[in-house]
């Protein structure tokens, strides 16, 4: 016979833990299906300061504040400024009550709100895919099949369904609703390194930005002494690989000076990998018995660390959408209409930064900040995640971006240089991508 349960939650990452969690708290009977076993491999280690109310709220912050490392700011490094790095702290957003954030190894991170779901009630089954999900009618739930590692076949009848299966986007595929995002398109590269030579005293912890002439590179420290290094390029660079993906890495880190200096004493301790199509969105995050959230939604840049705040923000606005389709079905609609709303949100203040990071008119504002009418302040707060709130930032953001289009015109002929170069780029960019680690 079916398991029986009134949620059922497709994935067991930062955005499911957390629904599940909360529908658990408020006596739902709640399964979560995570198809890896924790402590699993993910990638997306930076946290930023607007996850840590999410932690207090979900009472795990005393269990992430002991595996984390204490993030402070971030640093942006570049080759085309005189002053090659800039530094910011995120005590000097507009809100000063979120001064850190912490990065973190994701395997343990998420086994921490995992646990922190079951402790709350939630049933969770790992090592166990789903296979096929049959949404019935309006309002009336659905049936979902997974296969657990030993081969058997479980079947759930769940009166919701939140998918939060991360990149695998599991209703997303199934239904034809990802798109991969036309106006940002890039792949990464990533490993990890031992003996990395990091910041001194309290930056030691900060994350930093490089750029280079295909993109950009990560440089994240963690608590054991490892650091995550990633580059996040344009697909007609890693579509040149012609070697085995670690020397092409390595090859790639040799084209920015900054970052190589800092690896030159490092061993690299890790495979490392390739992720082709790395930005992409769904038509819809909702229907009338389901919700997708985080990952399983949409996938911008990860320049900006949004990643884990953003799925686990979703997973808060989730639970609040499935509670009152489930005890109010007369509520229902305007709720997902709500939830659509607000979970677009994030994405939405993001990627207006994403889409022209690799500007030089963004690097120049990014390298020569000022703060005119608050707008470092405003652009601090979008860096920390503090775009949920009653944070007043949306005035001196509107500002900032008239400075950077004012900025773009200046530079008239360097602008339309760019977006030639990058209307090319865009040319080469259908043919497959090769990934993974061979």
Not at 164 to 174: C, E, K, M, P, V
Not at 178 to 198: D, Q, T, V
């Amino acid at each position: 016979m079916a398991t029986q349960c009134d949620v059922l939650v497709i994935g067991g990452g930062p955005g499911g833990s957390t629904a599940g969690a909360l529908l658990a708290e408020r006596g739902y009977r709640v399964v979560i299906v995570e198809k890896n076993r924790h402590p699993r491999f993910h990638i997306g280690e930076s946290l930023l300061p607007a996850n840590l109310p999410l932690f207090e709220r979900l009472g795990v912050g005393e269990a992430v504040r002991a595996i984390g490392m204490m993030k402070w700011g971030a640093e942006f490094v570049s080759p085309w400024h005189e002053k090659a790095r800039q530094e910011f702290q995120f005590a000097e957003a507009w809100n000063k009550d979120m001064p850190y954030a912490y990065q973190v190894r994701r395997a343990d991170f998420d086994t921490i709100l995992f646990r922190n779901a079951e402790a709350k009630g939630a049933m969770t089954r790992e090592g166990c895919r789903v296979q096929d999900v049959a949404l019935l009618e309006e309002g009336a739930g659905a049936r979902v099949s997974a296969r657990h590692e030993d081969g058997s076949v479980e079947d759930f009848e769940a009166r919701f369904l939140i998918d939060a299966s991360g990149r695998d986007t599991f209703l997303g595929n199934r239904f034809h609703m990802k798109r991969r995002n036309p106006r940002h398109n890039s792949s990464a590269l990533y490993g990890h390194f031992r003996g990395a030579a990091r910041n001194d005293g309290r930056a030691e912890g900060n994350i930093s930005i490089f750029w280079f002439e295909h993109g950009w590179f990560w440089f994240i420290p963690l608590a054991d002494g490892t650091t995550s290094v990633g580059a996040v390029v344009w697909p007609y660079y890693l579509k040149q690989r012609s070697k085995p993906v670690e020397a092409f890495f390595r090859d790639t880190v040799a084209l920015c000076p900054a970052l190589a200096a800092r690896l030159a004493g490092a061993e690299l301790v890790s495979e490392v990998s390739a992720t082709g199509n790395f930005s992409y969105g769904c038509d819809r995050s909702y229907g009338a018995n389901y919700v997708l959230l985080g990952d399983a939604f949409s996938f911008i840049d990860p320049v900006f660390s949004s990643g884990v705040m953003l799925a686990m923000h979703g997973g808060f606005l989730a639970a609040d959408a499935v509670d009152a389709c489930l005890s109010k079905p007369s509520a229902a609609r305007r709720a997902l209409r709500v939830y659509d709303h607000k979970l677009r949100q994030g994405p939405r203040a993001f990627s207006w930064f994403i889409y022209r990071v690799n500007h030089p008119t963004m690097r120049d504002l990014f390298m020569g900040p000022r703060n005119i009418f608050r707008v470092q302040e405003a652009l601090l707060s979008v860096l920390a995640g503090d775009i949920f709130g009653d944070t007043p930032i949306w005035r001196s953001l509107a500002l900032f971006k008239g400075l950077y289009y004012l900025n773009s015109l200046y530079h008239f002929r360097r602008s339309m240089q760019t977006f030639r170069k990058r209307r090319e780029r865009r040319r080469s960019e259908e043919a497959p991508l090769m990934t993974g680690s061979e």
